[in-house]
């Protein structure tokens, strides 16, 4: 049986020859220059490839961006945690001394208003502060800085700028006890600023007092300003000691339930005014028997 060979001709099989290629493709690349040279014939194909190619140029430089980027976050980082750390270590120090100027002011402020208020009333005394408050929970006393060698002595009324505070119980040669206005032990002579009734007031040992011995048809009404009388011996008159918060009036009792809030902080601030002893006049029975002396040696 015959066999045919089916191979190609040398020519095809070996296509155009090398130099042929070549010298057609460089004169194609001529002809391109020129034409988008010319007439930018290529601009359409040139924005076409860019398309395509933009996002594969990204692609191939994100590696170098990431690692940059990441150079750059991990030194700006460490850069913030330094400033971070020591932003805090400046507030640490700060911060104190913010809040005990803030302390001063305040302190400062409630100086200048205890001494006006000493030079309106035309009183006398001194300033302490506060060291502690009692150890007994029933109990409202504080204890001052000062004592038997400053002055002090048991019977004093303490001030505030708003109004009493309470009075020296006790005193020591450092400190001094203090009862407040609000302590059950503690009773303060008033008198209704409105009307001039007389009463005294008791402390409930809550942040309140009451208002005693008020008949349920006294002249009173919430709102009212209670004053020291001065009929005691131990507060000036006219200092304010509280206002008339609730009134109960039930005709099965004598006396009406008033209760009534202090106007002054009582529990609150840490610098106050011990006022001097009040200085009265000699009582009758005193004066008696002078009198006589000099009745007689006339």
Request: charged share 20%; glycine share 6%; net charge positive.
């Amino acid at each position: 049986m015959p066999v045919f060979d089916r191979a190609p001709p040398p020519f095809f099989k070996r296509g155009p020859a090398p130099l042929a290629l070549l010298s057609f493709y460089v004169a194609l690349s001529i002809a391109l220059f020129v034409l988008d040279l010319r007439f930018h014939a290529l601009d359409l194909l040139r924005q076409s490839i860019s398309v395509v190619t933009d996002p594969l140029q990204r692609l191939a430089q994100s590696p170098l961006r990431l690692a940059s980027g990441s150079a750059d976050y991990f030194r700006e980082l460490k850069s913030l945690q330094t400033e971070n750390s020591d932003f805090r270590a400046e507030r640490l120090v700060i911060t104190p001394r913010l809040t005990r100027l803030q302390e001063l002011e305040a302190e400062n402020t409630h100086l200048r208003n205890l001494l006006k208020l000493r030079e309106r009333e035309m009183t006398n005394g001194q300033i302490a502060s506060v060291l502690y408050t009692a150890r007994d929970p029933f109990a409202r006393r504080v204890y001052l800085d000062k004592g038997l060698n400053h002055g002090l002595q048991a019977g004093q009324p303490a001030i505030d700028v708003a109004g009493v505070i309470g009075q020296v119980t006790r005193v020591f040669p450092l400190s001094a006890e203090v009862t407040l206005l609000t302590d059950k032990d503690l009773a303060v002579p008033v008198q209704v600023l409105r009307t001039g009734q007389r009463s005294v007031t008791f402390g409930l040992g809550n942040g309140l007092v009451e208002l005693k011995y008020m008949p349920i048809n006294a002249d009173v009404v919430e709102g009212d300003q209670l004053v020291t009388s001065g009929l005691d011996g131990v507060y000036p008159a006219g200092f304010p000691v509280a206002k008339v918060t609730h009134i109960e009036r039930d005709s099965a009792y004598a006396f009406a339930r008033i209760t009534a809030a202090p106007v002054a902080a009582v529990e609150s601030h840490n610098i106050i005014m011990v006022l001097n002893p009040r200085k009265l006049p000699p009582s009758p029975e005193e004066t008696a028997p002078t009198a006589a002396i000099r009745k007689k040696s006339r």
